[in-house]
């Protein structure tokens, strides 16, 4: 969603701009802008990618030590210039970006239009500005007191930043709901959506907590209050993220890359947290709530998109090895029916980016009807981490391709964890089991090492399937989320229908859609359910639709009958799916490069939901 940057300091500000706006690309986004104040103020902004906002601004004056720059994901009005931001106040002496939603806006603007203002855009962010100048005007107050007391008349969620031109000294930057992070430089200050545009100038940096407000000033120390105007000390927390870590490091795309690194992420999801020769599985994070957990009367697990797929892992995992029931609810679904939830149950909250608005939202009605609230969160310090009783972090790393894939496996490797470390203290899986499923895990990165040879097979099946207008994908028991991501993949990123069912649903209507030209991708590994699949196969054969199975390594039958398969490594059934979604990954990647795509930045996506 919408990326914020912002500097002020020495240095021309324009080049650190539009690199870390650059840096925020992967958060999906339709138009860019920037402002700056040199002698005078610009504004330069235009629909399209940062390239184009270049393009716009070449050989216009693009000096000055200090500015704000945006990438705008259209909410309220479509992506075209005028809706971009940076938005001007009505005297254009205010300038300010924003991330998030201003619940109020109409009635705030009606009220403005009666007293003579004009509006540029249909945003909301407009409004705010207006309203800031409003009350300095009326109130005869400073921009900062003017900023908070606008902050307080609005009602919604906002990260923004405001800059004026006639005091080319200071920032004033606010955040509730939407995530910012300021940089502490040497003699000049970052403020970003992320700590991606920071990283390479300074590792000290101070996340903004909801409801307060940072005045930058050239001159001075960074000063932070809350919006009852109470000072706050600034928490300077040092950085871990490593600038390698945000760059492509030699792949074509950051999916591609992040595709491979999931030998090495699934291992940093266990590193400290396992012992197989010692029988012992630890998640330090939640120690204090395991007790709770063993006792729960059931779990809900609240989650979107990729994170809810690994939500449906986990109920198969944690009700087989924890014998406790569990419920997956779409957090946007939950958030809005009222759910019957009491002090006995535990919510379980995933979430790669940590800051997805409807996760957050169904975390906030959990806690106040007395739930225990566990996170499950790759962004460390994110809203979500922030917001949970208790958690376990991914870390897997960062994740900048749109499309989620190391972050799914993490995910599923530390869900995994917590229903055998459940399992074990509640006496609910046997030994033998426990251990044989902890010495598989433990051998699942250079398993997926393996399967990654083999990416030119797939690369093989993916020009032939590239022109397809639908593809079905299949799976039973713990591979039907497999089948959902492996569907929602290929749609997110190659624009081609895709649906993922459980085998045996299949009859029960899309096998209408059946006929020569639809491919089907079946998870059909060797587990109890094999013969069931089986049967599938047949009745896709039956009506001549195109096989593309998911097999074990020396399968014979599926292999038989497929018109094509992928052999993978054989494991636990129970962690099937930690290696089945490599090659359903690799498939949706070669087909979207083959048919042009925009695999790291799709359209309309945003990498992380922070609107509902
Ligand atoms: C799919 C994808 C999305 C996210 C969803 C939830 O590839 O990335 O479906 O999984 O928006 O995001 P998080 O996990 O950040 O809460």
Partial sequence: MCGIVAYLGQKQAYPILIKGLKRLEYRGYDSAGVALVDSE??????????????????????NGTIGIGHTRWATHGEPNDANAHPHYSESKKLVIIHNGIIENYASLKKEMIKRGHTFLSDTDTEVLVHLIEDIQEKEKVDLFEALRMALNEVIGA???????????????????????????????????????????????????????????????????????????????????????????????????????????????????????????????????????????????????????????????????YARIPVEVEYASEFRYRNPILNEDDVVIAISQSGETADTLAAIELAKSKGATIIGICNVVGS?????????????????????????????????????????KKKGTIPHSKFAQILSELESVPSKIETLLKKDNQIEYISEIFKNATNFLYLGRGCSFPVALEGALKLKEISYIHAEGYPAAEMKHGPIALIDAEMPVVVIATKGPSYEKVVSNIQ??????????????????????????????????????????????????????VMRGCNVDQPRNLAKSVTVE
């Fill in 41 to 62: 103020m610009a504004v330069y902004k235009c629909k399209g990618k940062v390239s184009d906002l270049e393009a716009h601004a070449n050989g216009k004056n693009i």
């Fill in 158 to 320: 906002y990260a923004i930043v405001v800059m004026s031109k006639d005091d080319p000294n200071k920032l004033i930057a606010a955040k509730k709901g939407s995530p910012m992070v300021i940089g502490i430089g040497k003699d000049d200050f970052y403020i970003a959506s992320d700590a991606t545009p920071i990283v390479e100038y300074t590792k000290n940096v101070v996340y903004l907590e909801d409801e307060e407000i940072a005045l930058l000033d050239r001159n001075e120390e960074l000063k932070i209050f809350n919006i009852k105007n109470q000072s706050k000390t600034p928490y300077i927390q040092e950085l871990e993220l490593q600038l390698e870590a945000i760059e492509k490091g030699g792949y074509e795309h950051f999916m591609l890359k992040e595709i491979y690194e999931q030998p090495k992420s699934i291992l940093d999801s266990m590193r400290g947290r396992i012992n197989a020769a010692q029988g012992i599985v630890s998640l330090g994070g939640i120690s204090d709530y395991e007790t709770k957990m063993i006792n729960a009367k059931r779990f809900i697990i609240v989650a979107c998109g990729t994170s809810w797929h690994a939500g449906l892992v986990a109920e198969y995992l944690i009700e087989e």
């Fill in 383 to 423: 809203s979500i981490a922030r917001a949970t009783h208790a958690g376990s972090y991914t870390h897997a790393g960062p994740e900048i391709g749109v499309a989620s894939t190391k972050a799914f496996t993490a995910q599923v490797t530390v869900l995994t964890l917590l229903a055998l470390s459940l399992g």
């Fill in 539 to 592: 009745e896709v054969k039956a009506r001549k639709g195109k096989i593309i199975a998911i097999v074990t390594e020396g399968d014979v039958t599926v292999k038989e009958m497929a018109d094509y398969s992928i052999e993978i490594p054989e494991t636990d059934e129970s962690l099937v799916p930690l290696i089945s979604v490599i090659p359903l990954q690799l498939l949706s990647y070669y087909i979207a």
